[in-house]
């Protein structure tokens, strides 16, 4: 795998630049907002273009905020009017997204070494588990963080 330095506000024109070469390719996953199932400097997402006719529940996009910031989210609703709605496994908080900010879609996670498709039985269980327990997500997440927490004093 070809690695990139670049600062921050050249990742995004670099990955646009890959992303719109129909290759697949990798990123290191930043940020906790889709813990616990993808680790930031853990897991590698490979993104590939998407077409908006092809995008269903539980995807999970890479998408640039009006700010500029990219962000990796999963689709939570489809709506009619052609935006989407998405947020982080750890986040309740539904944001939306129209179909022009959207630059790909993962298509498959790395980790430990060990590739799957995002489409795998594996991660379709884990998003179809993680999505039952949505009243429960922040008593969760609270106890996982601190179990984080706790283990990374050791």
Request: aromatic share 10%; charged share 30%.
């Amino acid at each position: 795998m070809e690695k990139f330095n670049c600062a921050g506000s050249e990742i995004s024109t670099t990955i646009e630049e890959l992303i719109s070469e129909e290759s697949q390719i990798p990123l290191y996953v930043s940020g906790s907002s889709m813990n616990p199932f993808l680790i930031s400097r853990r897991d590698i997402v490979w993104l590939r273009k998407c077409e908006y006719k092809s995008l269903k529940k539980g995807d999970i996009l890479l998408f640039r905020r009006r700010d500029g910031a990219l962000v990796l989210h999963r689709v939570r609703k489809i709506c009619p009017d052609t935006s989407i709605l998405v947020s982080g496994d750890a986040q309740k908080q539904l944001e939306t997204v129209d179909r022009c900010q959207i630059l790909a879609k993962v298509s498959d996670i790395e980790r430990k070494g060990k590739k799957r498709s995002a489409d795998s039985l594996y991660w379709r269980f884990i998003r179809t588990f993680w999505g039952a327990l949505s009243p429960l997500r922040p008593f969760i997440m609270r106890l996982w963080f601190h179990f984080r927490k706790i283990n990374n004093k050791r």
